[in-house]
């Protein structure tokens, strides 16, 4: 949850100091660059093939082939990254064109966005190492420390930002520099808040690169078409960043901050359960015991549907008010408001689809098979372009949110689809379960917040700081107030039991304090 909002709270300061225009266009463009990259051959890696593989040494051979085994992978991924980088720091250019050629109409746009490409590719070689300490430490059940990481990675990329934006012109740098040294200042902190853990658990370093050991060779063979299924949604979102350059300036910013925002609950529900959930999968798996794995499978996407789908109605009947909360001040426009808001609802529909694929398509891994979800995401991402462009000539840059999202959740069906075929069932009939029960106690908490934000609007009409935090907080206070009433009159059990768990835990702090 730190991580998640720090993460906004990021988003905020860029938007405060540079609003939707030229610049943050330019570098969004040259962040989708080494992000795409990253995605590709450094997270994914970690959760198509490094996790399940590391998860199986741990299991059936220990720690210290284990160990081996991860420092194995580092030195490949230091190698890989290291020639990546080198390359998109001399090809920025030609990349930059291809994927934004339209910035050319606006005069240095084009060089911008080339310098900021060539400042943050590095990223891509700090992100494999902590996606690489991620991996190890998830497997081996801890949690905390892998989850701060992108918490430091969002403070120092903060600070940083902040200290270096009055430096820039008297250096007679661009000022949106800062915000690219700030994301390599945060990439170190990354990894350097994860090494005392893994010392802890007993790892240690070593450059030597051992190719002949099977366990390597085996996260090879899984990693080419791994990070290919894993990278979808990221393969999507290029599509969209190459689309949206030529909706004119600020579209690329407005997508941006809208799946940031709409990302928040994607982490807290999505991501931070499927990190979870992924290491037992992996050890049901290798053990063999697929009711082991069908049980923790359900349960993950069990709790991701009691909180994605009333997470996605609320961001949709709130998403105006939210974002001007947020956002409204500095360079950001009551313009650039409603164009992120729009993009904000259509990306919400998506969000459950968004959820169910992190912890769907690590599965198929896990259980050894690779080409499913390739071929799938292979489809995906040609029938995300196709629905992208068709949309985008009728409703601009908004039909990019809503192809993005219709899209991840088409994949995310057929992806349960043939799991459900695969493991001889999911518990079809508990997830359809929690889904109706749940979507009926959204829907009524989605009219209460619609209602009770257009009363509150009514009487506080003004777009200050003061109007908008009482409108947007009293709305959601209600909303979560109704779903809680609703979700305990239909007996949706795995939500009951959180809200019952977090209570009991809440008194038993008052009591003892």
């Known amino acids: 949850m730190t991580s998640r909002i720090l993460g906004l709270a990021r988003e905020q300061v860029m938007a405060y100091l540079f609003g939707a225009g030229n610049a943050m266009d330019a570098f969004n463009v040259a962040f989708r660059i080494p992000n795409l990259v990253r995605d590709l051959f450094a997270e994914g890696v970690m959760s198509a093939a490094f996790v399940p593989t590391f998860a199986r040494s741990l299991t059936q051979e220990g720690r210290v082939a284990a160990w081996r085994l991860g420092n194995n992978v580092i030195n490949g991924l230091l190698v890989t990254t290291a020639l990546v980088v080198v390359a998109g720091i001399v090809f920025a250019n030609p990349f930059v064109m291809l994927l934004a050629g339209d910035f050319a109409a606006v005069p240095g746009k084009v060089e ?89 658990e007993g790892f240690r370093y070593e450059s030597r690169l051992r190719a002949s050991d099977p366990r390597l060779r085996e996260v090879l063979l899984l990693m080419g078409p791994g990070t290919l299924g894993l990278a979808a949604t990221q393969l999507n979102m290029f599509v969209n960043t190459w689309l949206a350059t030529g909706e004119g300036t600020g579209a690329v910013s407005w997508l941006s901050y809208a799946y940031r925002l709409m990302y928040l609950p994607l982490g807290l529900f999505g991501a931070s359960i499927a990190t979870a959930s992924m290491p037992a999968i992996a050890r049901r798996a290798a053990e063999g015991d697929l009711g082991g794995l069908r049980k923790t499978l359900s349960s993950g996407i069990a709790m991701m549907l009691t909180f994605n789908v009333p997470a996605s109605l609320g961001l949709i009947v709130l998403a105006h008010p939210i974002v001007a909360l947020l956002f409204e001040r500095g360079r950001f426009t009551p313009a650039d408001t409603m164009a992120t808001a729009d993009a904000v609802m259509w990306y919400a529909v998506g969000l459950t689809g968004y959820s169910v694929v992190k912890v769907a398509t690590p599965t198929f891994y896990a259980l050894g098979d690779s080409r499913t979800p390739v071929a799938l995401s292979a489809l995906t991402v040609l029938a995300n372009a196709a629905l992208n462009i068709a949309l985008v000539r009728s409703f601009g840059y908004r039909g990019l949110a809503a192809g993005t999202a219709l899209t991840a959740t088409l994949y995310a069906v057929v992806l349960m689809m043939i799991l459900r075929a695969r493991l001889g069932g999911i518990d079809g009939a508990r997830l359809a379960s929690v889904l109706w029960r749940q979507g009926i106690a959204s829907v009524a908490m989605a009219a209460a917040a619609w209602i009770v934000e257009r009363e509150m609007a009514a009487a506080l009409p003004g777009h200050d700081l003061r109007s908008l935090l009482i409108r947007v907080g009293v709305s959601i206070v209600t909303a979560i107030a109704v779903l809680v009433v609703a979700s305990r009159l239909l007996r949706v059990t795995e939500f009951n039991d959180l809200v019952d768990g977090v209570l009991r835990r809440l008194r038993s702090k008052t009591g003892s304090g």
Do not use: C, E
Not at 142 to 151: C, H, Q, S
């Open 112 to 200: 911008l966005t080339v310098l900021l490409t060539r400042v943050m590719m590095p990223i891509l070689a700090l992100v494999a190492l902590a996606a690489a300490a991620m991996g190890m430490l998830n497997s081996m059940d801890r949690y905390f420390v892998p989850a701060l990481a992108p918490a430091v990675f969002n403070v120092l990329s903060i600070v940083t930002t902040i200290v270096l934006v009055p430096v820039m012109p008297a250096l007679g740098l661009p000022v949106i520099l800062s915000v690219a040294i700030g994301v390599l200042v945060g990439g170190i902190g990354q990894i350097a808040i994860q090494i005392p853990a893994l010392h802890r």
